[in-house]
C-alpha cells in the first residue's frame, strides 16, 4: 500500500558528504514513523536513525554528531544527511515506514513498509 524510493547512494572516499532521500506514496504520509537502516557486507541489518510525526529524532551511537535525519511532509520525503564518513559506514540504506505511529521506531519489525535500498560505499 505504501512504497518508498531511496535514492542518493554512490562511492565517496572517506571524510566525504552524501545526502539520502527516501520518497513516499500514500495520503496520509505526516503521520508516519519513518527510520533508516543498513546492511553492511558480512553484517546483519542495523538501525541507523528515526524520525517520528512530531519530529523527535534517535540515533545509533556510531553516527551521533555525523548523520542528521529530517522529513518533509509537504513532498512525501524524508532525508539522510550523511558528513564526515567513514568506510564502517559502507552498507544498503533501506527506508521504512510505519504508518500511524505516535513515537520513533527503532526495531526493524516495528516497520511495515521498506524501500529497495540504495548503495553507499566508503573509500579508505
Known amino acids: 500500500q505504501v512504497q518508498l524510493v531511496e535514492s542518493g547512494g554512490g562511492l565517496v572516499q572517506a571524510g566525504a558528504s552524501l545526502r539520502l532521500s527516501c520518497a513516499a506514496s500514500?495520503?496520509?504520509?505526516?503521520?508516519?514513523?519513518m527510520g533508516w537502516f543498513r546492511q553492511a557486507p558480512g553484517k546483519e541489518r542495523e538501525f541507523v536513525a528515526a524520525i517520528s510525526r512530531y519530529l523527535s529524532t534517535y540515533y545509533t551511537d556510531s553516527v551521533k554528531g555525523r548523520f542528521t535525519i529530517s522529513r518533509d511532509n509537504a513532498k512525501n520525503t524524508m532525508a539522510l544527511q550523511m558528513n564526515s564518513l567513514k568506510p564502517e559506514d559502507t552498507a544498503v540504506y533501506y527506508c521504512a515506514a510505519a504508518p500511524a505511529g505516535n513515537g520513533l521506531r527503532i526495531r526493524d519489525y516495528e516497520y511495515d513498509y521498506w524501500g529497495q535500498g540504495t548503495q553507499v560505499t566508503v573509500s579508505s
Open positions: 500514500g495520503r496520509t504520509f505526516s503521520s508516519y514513523a
